[in-house]
């Protein structure tokens, strides 16, 4: 399995960015896929879900109405839009496939918002 993040980068507060996470080594059609961040000395945190089918998703309350998850199964990659960002959203944002009961992880890519 290998996670592949991209797009992240420095933005100003209310602009947007879009991060794109490319899978590979497994049936990525067949599987959830889940947007993680962490900031600096705090948890990583769920931000958002996918189904395999795109046909529904979950947002952390803090990202609803700014965020948007959707994936395209024939590029094997899963995007997030992020829509008026603010300096709380600066973080690493890590891609996130739970597969046959373990968890992988992309390496990670950096999201910056300044004020």
């Known amino acids: 399995v290998h996670l592949a993040e991209s797009g992240g980068g420095l933005v100003q507060s209310g602009g947007s960015l879009r991060l794109s996470c490319r899978a590979s080594?497994?049936?990525?059609?067949?599987?959830?896929m889940n947007w993680y961040r962490q900031a600096p000395g705090k948890e990583r945190e769920s931000v958002a879900g996918?189904?395999?089918?795109?046909?529904?998703?979950n947002y952390a309350d803090s990202v609803k109405g700014r965020f948007t998850i959707s994936r395209d199964n024939a590029k094997k990659t899963v995007y997030l839009q992020m829509n008026s960002l603010k300096p709380d959203d600066t973080a690493v944002y890590y891609c996130?496939?739970?597969?046959?009961?373990?968890?992988?992880w992309g390496q990670g890519t950096q999201v910056t918002v300044s004020s």
């Open positions: 996918i189904t395999s089918t795109g046909s529904s998703t």
């Open positions: 996130n496939v739970r597969y046959f009961g373990r968890n992988y």
């Open positions: 080594g497994f049936t990525f059609g067949s599987n959830y």
